[in-house]
């Protein structure tokens, strides 16, 4: 069965510094997508990041980063340069397959930046 | 591009009440979906839709009825509300399986 772990319920990061948040994955799958949605107090659900299973790169956008280890199943997210803005909940979810549809999403991390 | 709208934003119903959840995109996106987000437990996927004209359960569908009514809208129904359904409702959409893109969602209380 397909799970996604998020065991940081919460984070603290310094303004300006970076801070990782933890995501691992457990799939049977050898093709899935790996996704990153940050979820503000406002309520809505904001796409960060991807990485496809097959991708030789880590993927990048902006500040945000995804550091993906397949070997130990994991998917972390690195922030660089902590804003005010980026307190929020962070969510991890995995998607099945090329084009598949059911998505299943970790419990969350929520991240305190501090001035 | 309003992208993903839902209607209502909040909702009461009373234990045994039926509604609608109304959801639509305007990204041409083939695929859409409903989630529902409960404290502490992320989302968890209701029905989704891969293209117009199919429909099919997610993890948590009792309780629920969807359809798909064209290719910009995606309802979900609540037959006979229970207060187990109290939870805040989100639509997706999404083209080619990637990304998928939230609805600003439906806070919904069942007393």
């Known amino acids: 069965a397909q799970k996604i772990t998020q065991t940081q319920p919460g984070m603290f990061v310094q303004e300006k510094e970076a801070v990782t948040l933890d995501c691992t994955y457990d799939?049977?799958?050898?093709?899935?997508?790996l996704f990153w949605y940050k979820q503000p107090s406002s309520g809505e659900m904001i796409f960060l990041i991807y990485?496809?299973?097959?991708?030789?790169q880590n993927a990048t956008e902006g500040r945000y980063s995804l550091n993906f280890q397949k070997a130990r199943k994991s998917a972390n997210l690195v922030i660089s340069a902590s804003q005010l803005g980026d307190s929020a909940m962070y969510f991890c979810a995995m998607r099945r397959g090329t084009g598949g549809f059911k998505t299943i999403f970790g419990a969350g991390t929520r991240l305190f930046v501090k001035a | 591009n309003a992208g993903v709208t839902q209607t209502p934003k909040f909702q009461v119903l009373k234990t045994g009440q039926s509604m609608t959840l109304q959801c639509a995109q305007d990204?041409?996106?083939?695929?859409m979906y409903w989630y529902r987000q409960d404290p502490g437990m992320g989302l968890r996927l209701i029905y989704y839709?891969?293209?117009?004209?199919?429909?099919d359960k997610g993890e948590v569908p009792n309780g629920y009825n969807v359809s798909r009514l064209n290719k910009r809208e995606f309802s979900l129904r609540l037959e006979s509300a229970a207060p187990s359904q109290t939870s805040v409702y989100f639509c997706?959409?999404?083209?080619?399986?990637?990304?998928?893109?939230f609805g600003p969602g439906t806070r919904l209380t069942v007393l």
């Open positions: 799939t049977s799958d050898p093709s899935y997508g």
């Open positions: 990204m041409n996106h083939n695929s």
């Open positions: 990485q496809g299973s097959y991708d030789q």
């Open positions: 839709s891969a293209s117009e004209g199919t429909t």
């Open positions: 997706a959409s999404s083209g080619g399986g990637l990304p998928q893109f």
